[in-house]
């Protein structure tokens, strides 16, 4: 029985859906006649829900008509404008070599789903945490603590790998250990100030984990 129990974010740190998800966010607000914020304020939110994001792009009322927006375009094109970042499916196969795995995530727990079918890869994983299967999501520690009771997870062999602070406070707050990626959204000096172990990529974190849990 596998002791250790690695949990991944999605967006940044597994996956690249930065086009489609500018795409959606572009198609939500010319759906309402609005103009489309710049591409650097909509990347600079990701990793938070799309509640959050749509309110400090400006949005102060009706947002879950925006939402709706987003995600009915998201739906059509997210499997054909999303691929699996460099190394991750790798890291994926390795880590399962040695631990239980999850997905936590503050993306739509159903597209997240397709998204891993998609890739040939969900059968890698124990559980997929979205945005809709908790009340508080990240930063707080409950998708992670509820990601880690649906595996039995021991607190002290459980890790999070994740490329924004969001993620890090959040396994923080879940009293658990972390990696912050530099290849995803975070910028190296936000995750200097969040995070103890930083790395490259998902495979170097797991290859990590995977020192770390032998001694």
Do not use: Q
């Amino acid at each position: 029985m596998k002791k250790t129990t690695i949990l991944f974010d999605l967006d940044g740190t597994l996956i690249d859906s930065t086009e489609a998800i500018l795409e959606s966010f572009d198609y939500a607000f010319k759906k309402i006649n609005l103009s489309t914020p710049s591409k650097e304020k909509i990347l600079s939110l990701i990793g938070h829900p799309l509640d959050f994001m749509f309110f400090h792009l400006g949005i102060k009322k009706d947002i879950e008509k925006f939402v709706k927006a987003y995600k009915e375009n998201y739906r059509v094109i997210s499997k054909f404008k999303t691929k699996l970042l460099p190394y991750a499916k790798d890291s994926i196969e390795y880590a399962h070599s040695f631990a239980k795995l999850g997905v936590v995530t503050t993306k739509t727990g159903l597209y997240s789903k397709e998204l891993l079918e998609y890739f040939e890869v969900s059968k890698f994983f124990d559980v997929v945490i979205g945005r809709e299967d908790v009340i508080n999501p990240k930063p707080h520690p409950e998708p992670i603590l509820k990601a880690m009771h649906f595996m039995n997870s021991l607190k002290e062999h459980t890790w999070m790998i994740g490329d924004t602070c969001l993620d890090i406070e959040s396994a923080n707050a879940a009293d658990i250990k972390s990696i912050a990626l530099t290849c995803g959204y975070g910028s190296l000096n936000e995750l200097k100030r969040c995070a103890i172990h930083i790395k490259n990529d998902s495979f170097e974190a797991v290859k990590f984990v995977k020192k770390c849990e032998k001694n």
